[in-house]
């Protein structure tokens, strides 16, 4: 019988600023450059059990910890793609633009990247389909 608690919340502290990032206690942390202090502790409170995190919200769409890859991307600001997965769930972020599919991050690319980004953001996405099918 599956339990009806919601997801636990921890309560965060003040953040500390640590190398040009807005850091909670459990190591999230948000670029100073994009994010106020009070923007990122507003964030840190809508995490469900994460730690190591960076620049992210919400992110209640896994019950537990998913595998990982980011990458900050050449010819970017301040942009770190990041693809998640678990039990064959996928996401990918990148900056405001979120997606469930290696193929939607390459579509999206090829629309938005200039074409001198574009191999960048193709190796991301193969190098992505390699960690999630091995």
Do not use: H
């Amino acid at each position: 019988m599956k339990s009806l608690t919601p997801p636990r919340r921890i309560k965060t502290k003040d953040m500390k600023k640590i190398n040009n990032y807005w850091t909670d206690e459990r190591n999230n942390k948000w670029n100073c450059n994009l994010y106020t202090e009070e923007q990122a502790e507003k964030l840190s409170k809508t995490m469900d059990d994460c730690s190591d995190c960076s620049d992210c919200s919400r992110c209640s769409d896994y019950k537990s910890n998913p595998d990982r890859y980011c990458k900050r991307l050449s010819g970017t600001v301040n942009k770190l793609a990041q693809v998640y997965w678990l039990n064959g769930n996928i996401q990918v972020v990148f900056g405001c633009w979120k997606g469930t599919s290696i193929d939607e991050f390459r579509k999206k690319a090829k629309e938005k990247v200039s074409k001198d980004q574009l191999p960048a953001f193709m190796k991301f996405a193969d190098t992505s389909e390699y960690l999630i099918t091995t």
